[in-house]
């Protein structure tokens, strides 16, 4: 089973630029979660927060008992081990073939003879549709290519908890969709909790069983898929949709008389930017068939049922549509009941 | 407190800082050095790296240096009247100032500036990130084996410089301003003794230190994109000339008073 990631009070600053505070959120083990946000909110500073790259000033992010936040040196390279980290770029060493690239890890913390490093090696490569690549230097492919490179190189130590910045950009909505279903696939087969930072709406509403965003230094929201998807909050409303009605502006917040003129040119009658609205619960992806279910699906259920009742109308309706007939008896619910009126996290 | 005296305040705290987290980079490679694997393979790629850089800027700075100091010091000596001594002060010249001065701009210009940048791009790229990411300190993996083969090759280089100083010195005496051979051989080491050549290749272990060190600190932290590492070399290469220069200066003052000199 995956790690748990339990992230506490997080706060970050360049100088005297804040870029999130107080971020509190658990991930929990063996499950996919997204966190969206806008440009420039510090979406990626939040990953390399988690790893230990950057040095958060206060707050606690707990992996296997170890506080990454303040372990020595020695501790944080123990447990990145358990990371596995797909960067925007993929983070390829220029200098190194596809193949020694990803035999890199194996070769740096494993003892394992050759052979058998090739055939992990091929097999990653091939599960990233690589084959025939191993020798082709980074410079030599597309930035496609190098990103699901990179994710081939993150996965050769079976890490316990995948990590990806923007898996989406620079790819196709063909390949995107591609990709979350390998990551789909790959959460069954290894069970590894995997975090997405993302601004793809598709892949977001699709990929991930918890979903968080980051907005004005804050995390607004985290939480099961169905809360954030099923939202009346403005800022999620106007991110979901892509419109420019709303708090987000182009340099990341706007005041409310550039709302209210923004309001009233729409009103009469100017685009806005969006096209419909997207909000509401889409069927999640499944691993492809003929994989192994997925146990961080199972757990999450669990998990959710519990606390069904700290959850929105609107989100609790959304998951009890979604159960199949046999988990509706089995959590003793039945769509259209109300078990009780909570806010959202 | 006023708005400059605040900038100058925090600029001299960046500067401070620096100079502090290059120092502390030192500190941790040395730490480092023990640490196993040694990355040997690494070592070679760099080493022959920095000699491929190196090697014919070297030779040719050296003949004209060797070459300029034979004909100052010729006509200088003729002037006094001590042209057999000519060989002596050369070899002097050449082995305690000219071989480690030449050394330091070599070192910090061709090898320190292309170490640099190739950190640099590695570190925009995030494969510094990534290294770490996947539990390779990139200090032990990368910094260490750099120092060493910078030292390396700087103590070679050293050697190298100041046998073609010397040679292209005797040369240009010889051949050019009409100096008798044998004097220039018979004064070779009447000035000269063993500890000029320990205090040379002193020089150049901790210029082949410092100049490495530097270079990898600059290229470990670049400021913002491509630019960031082009700054950065630039940087590198005017920070370690003024290091260089300095702890020559310290050395050679530390040296002259305290190894007697040798009276001949």
Redesign the interface.
């Known amino acids: 089973m995956g790690a748990e990631v339990v992230v506490e009070g997080l706060t970050k600053s360049f100088g005297s630029q804040n870029i999130w505070r107080d971020v509190t959120l658990t991930l929990p083990p063996g499950e996919v979660s997204a966190m969206l946000g806008p440009s420039g909110t510090g979406k990626s500073v939040f990953l390399k927060s988690m790893i230990g790259l950057l040095k958060p000033d206060s707050g606690k992010c707990v992996i296997n008992g170890t506080d990454i936040v303040q372990c020595s040196e020695r501790d944080m390279y123990e447990v990145r081990k358990l990371f596995g980290v797909l960067f925007q770029d993929g983070a390829l060493f220029g200098s190194m073939n596809l193949y020694d690239n990803v035999a890199f890890p194996l070769r740096e913390h494993t003892k394992k003879s050759e052979s058998e490093i090739k055939r992990i090696v091929l097999e990653k490569l091939e599960m990233t549709g690589l084959s025939g690549a191993e020798g082709k230097l980074p410079g030599e492919i597309s930035g496609g290519m190098r990103k699901r490179a990179g994710l081939a190189r993150a996965l050769v130590l079976d890490p316990e908890i995948i990590l990806c910045d923007e898996p989406d950009s620079g790819l196709d909505p063909v390949r995107t969709a591609y990709l979350s279903q390998l990551l789909i696939d790959l959460n069954a087969q290894i069970d590894a909790t995997i975090l997405v930072v993302t601004h793809n709406i598709n892949l977001a509403r699709t990929l991930p069983d918890n979903l968080g965003m980051l907005f004005r230094k804050e995390l607004i929201m985290f939480g099961p898929r169905e809360v954030l998807l099923t939202s009346e909050e403005p800022v999620v409303e106007q991110f979901l949709n892509g419109k420019r009605l709303g708090p987000i502006g182009m340099s990341e917040e706007k005041d409310t008389a550039q709302m209210a003129a923004e309001q009233a040119m729409a009103d009469a009658g100017h685009h806005h930017g969006g096209t419909e609205d997207v909000r509401g619960i889409v069927p999640q992806i499944l691993p492809t068939p003929g994989l192994p279910d997925r146990k961080g699906e199972r757990r999450r259920k669990d998990r959710v049922m519990q606390i069904l009742h700290t959850l929105p109308p609107a989100a609790q309706e959304g998951i009890i549509e979604s159960l199949s007939e046999q988990d509706r008896q089995r959590y003793g619910v039945r769509p259209h009941q109300m078990t009780g009126v909570g806010g959202a996290r | 407190m006023t708005a400059v005296a605040t900038k100058a305040r925090s600029a001299a705290t960046t500067a401070a800082s620096e100079i502090g987290r290059a120092f502390a980079l030192g500190l941790e490679v040395l730490r480092l050095l023990p640490r196993r694997p040694f990355q040997f393979e690494e070592f070679l790629t760099q080493a022959w790296f920095v000699i491929r850089v190196t090697i014919v800027p070297t030779a040719l700075v050296s003949i004209p240096y060797g070459a300029t100091i034979a004909l100052q010091l010729g006509s200088l000596t003729q002037q006094v009247g001590a042209q057999s001594f000519v060989g002596a002060a050369g070899v002097l010249a050449t082995v305690q100032q000219a071989a480690p001065i030449a050394t330091a701009l070599l070192i910090a210009g061709a090898a320190g500036s292309a170490m640099c940048a190739d950190l640099g791009?590695?570190t925009i790229?995030?494969?510094i990130?990534?290294?770490?990411?996947?539990?390779?300190?990139p200090i032990q993996r990368l910094v260490v084996p750099r120092v060493l083969a910078m030292v390396f090759v700087a103590v070679l280089l050293n050697g190298f410089v100041s046998i073609v100083g010397v040679v292209g010195g005797y040369s240009f005496n010889v051949f050019l301003q009409g100096g008798t051979p044998g004097a220039y051989l018979a004064s070779f080491n009447a000035l000269s003794q063993l500890p000029d050549l320990w205090i040379s290749e002193i020089k150049a272990v901790l210029f082949g230190f410092v100049a490495a060190i530097i270079a990898c600190y600059r290229g470990l932290n670049p400021r913002g994109g491509p630019k960031g590492v082009g700054d950065a070399v630039n940087q590198s290469v005017v920070i370690t000339f003024l290091l260089l220069f300095l702890i020559n200066w310290i050395l050679t003052t530390i040296y002259l008073q305290v190894v007697p000199p040798k009276v001949g």
């Open positions: 791009a590695r790229r995030e494969e990130d990534a290294m770490r990411v996947l539990g390779v300190d």
